[in-house]
T-cell receptor
Framework: DGGITQSPKYLFRKEGQNVTLSCEQN?????MYWYRQDPGQGLRLIYY???????QKGDIAEGYSVSREKKESFPLTVTSAQKNPTAFYLC????????????FGPGTRLTVT | SQQGEEDPQALSIQEGENATMNCSYK?????LQWYRQNSGRGLVHLIL?????REKHSGRLRVTLDTSKKSSSLLITASRAADTASYFC??????????????FGEGTQLTVNP
């Protein structure tokens, strides 16, 4: 998990509330990613960013929003519009181009009741 | 079916045995990567194999890639209890519009019994 941090590790929210998950990296990577993982499943891409002030939707962007104001930071907001927000959220970063490995943070487990 | 499907979904072996996991994909790729995830943790990169490579080794890991069959295998030799984890393949598609993104499979849950 070195070089990329996510906070908090566990997060509990009431239904109808927006919540923001933090992701910071000190690897000087241009690209950053947010994934969602449900129990026993693979990773699904929510959003990714390849440069500051720009980001692209992944496969399941509905109900989520992101910003990339700094190279080091890529926060994810889970809005009240997300129907099933309870999941494990993983942030990753990499050099540009897709020919490099992605470095993952430790994840944030979000529970919405 | 998704790009990047692992087979089997779950594998249980005894310590010292070899473990083989397979990954199939659908579109042309630039490279294929394998990652490991311990329960409740982030993923850790294991190995990357480019589309023009057929085999790669790293310690007890051996990865093969067959682009004609659109498949890859990950072999872990002389397994240890500490190898117990989920293993995911991820592909970088050749599409120009895919940018830096990878597409992950559903994973194989490996259990190595002491």
């Amino acid at each position: 998990d070195g070089g990329i941090t996510q906070s908090p590790k566990y997060l509990f929210r009431k239904e109808g509330q927006n919540v923001t998950l933090s992701c910071e990296q000190n690897l000087n990577h241009d690209a950053m990613y947010w994934y969602r993982q449900d129990p026993g499943q693979g990773l699904r891409l929510i959003y990714y960013s390849q440069i500051v002030n720009d980001f692209q939707k992944g496969d399941i962007a509905e109900g989520y929003s992101v910003s990339r104001e700094k190279k080091e930071s890529f926060p994810l907001t889970v809005t009240s519009a997300q129907k099933n927000p309870t999941a494990f959220y993983l942030c990753a970063s990499s050099l540009l181009g897709g020919t490099y490995e992605q470095y993952f943070g430790p994840g944030t487990r979000l529970t919405v009741t | 079916s998704q790009q990047g499907e692992e087979d089997p979904q779950a594998l249980s072996i005894q310590e010292g045995e070899n473990a083989t996991m397979n990954c199939s994909y659908k579109t042309s790729i630039n490279n294929l990567q394998w990652y490991r995830q311990n329960s409740g943790r982030g993923l850790v990169h294991l190995i990357l194999i480019r589309s023009n490579e057929r085999e790669k080794h790293s310690g007890r890991l051996r990865v093969t890639l067959d682009t004609s069959k659109k498949s890859s295998s990950l072999l872990i030799t002389a397994s240890r209890a500490a190898d117990t984890a989920s293993y995911f393949c991820a592909t970088k598609q050749c599409k120009e519009t895919s940018g830096s993104r990878l597409t992950f499979g559903e994973g194989t849950q490996l259990t190595v019994n002491p």
